[in-house]
T-cell receptor, first 109, second 114 residues
Framework: GQNIDQPTEMTATEGAIVQINCTYQTSGFNGLFWYQQHAGEAPTFLSYNVLDGLEEKGRFSSFLSRSKGYSYLLLKELQMKDSASYLCVALDSNYQLIWGAGTKLIIKP | DVKVTQSSRYLVKRTGEKVFLECVQDMDHENMFWYRQDPGLGLRLIYFSYDVKMKEKGDIPEGYSVSREKKERFSLILESASTNQTSMYLC?????????????FGSGTRLTVV
């Protein structure tokens, strides 16, 4: 079956760095998304990786290893507004999205 | 700015009622989707559409139907609401090259069926 695994919850300190890991198993693979979702709001697009390696976008970076079925989202210089859920989403061979349940990130001062 | 608008933020309906959830996008996107989101679960796809008057079942279509008469509007219909359809419903749209731009979501409709 198709599956996404990511931690349920993580806690980090303002100003620090945090890495949210995600492993996936899909029928074929056409890329991986990360979305941010604040409580009570809609998910917003953060990144898309289809090739191995690291993509950097300001304070956020996303990494992909296709051979390991593994991705991570790296958040630097954490701010209180980064408190949110982070959703790992894989795109399978039929271009259907497979959603993880999300990692709730709590930032403490 | 790209926008997906869902007609209601909160809804309370009675068991057995027919419920309409409306979604409108102003980006001329080809693709539109309806998801539900429940605590501890990933988003689950109910129905999607890649063109006007076209619809495809997602992973959990039972108890739902959809309508796409115009490109910008995608409606989700609960034929006879039940308590297990209490959930957050999210509409999304994407252009044909969605892999690069991702999906744009509406703000969601939190539906409670009593």
């Amino acid at each position: 079956g198709q599956n996404i695994d990511q931690p349920t919850e993580m806690t980090a300190t303002e100003g620090a760095i945090v890495q949210i890991n995600c492993t996936y198993q899909t029928s074929g693979f056409n890329g991986l998304f990360w979305y941010q979702q604040h409580a009570g709001e809609a998910p917003t697009f953060l990144s898309y990786n289809v090739l191995d390696g690291l993509e950097e976008k300001g304070r956020f970076s996303s990494f992909l290893s296709r051979s390991k079925g593994y991705s991570y989202l790296l958040l630097k210089e954490l701010q209180m507004k980064d408190s949110a859920s982070y959703l790992c989403v894989a795109l399978d061979s039929n271009y259907q999205l497979i959603w993880g349940a999300g990692t709730k990130l709590i930032i403490k001062p | 700015d790209v926008k997906v608008t869902q007609s209601s933020r909160y809804l309370v309906k009675r068991t057995g009622e027919k419920v309409f959830l409306e979604c409108v996008q102003d980006m001329d996107h080809e693709n539109m989707f309806w998801y539900r989101q429940d605590p501890g679960l990933g988003l689950r796809l109910i129905y999607f559409s890649y063109d006007v008057k076209m619809k495809e079942k997602g992973d959990i279509p039972e108890g739902y139907s959809v309508s796409r008469e115009k490109k910008e509007r995608f409606s989700l219909i609960l034929e006879s609401a039940s308590t297990n359809q209490t959930s957050m419903y999210l509409c999304a749209s994407s252009p044909s090259d969605r892999e690069v731009y991702g999906y744009t979501f509406g703000s969601g409709t939190r539906l409670t069926v009593v």
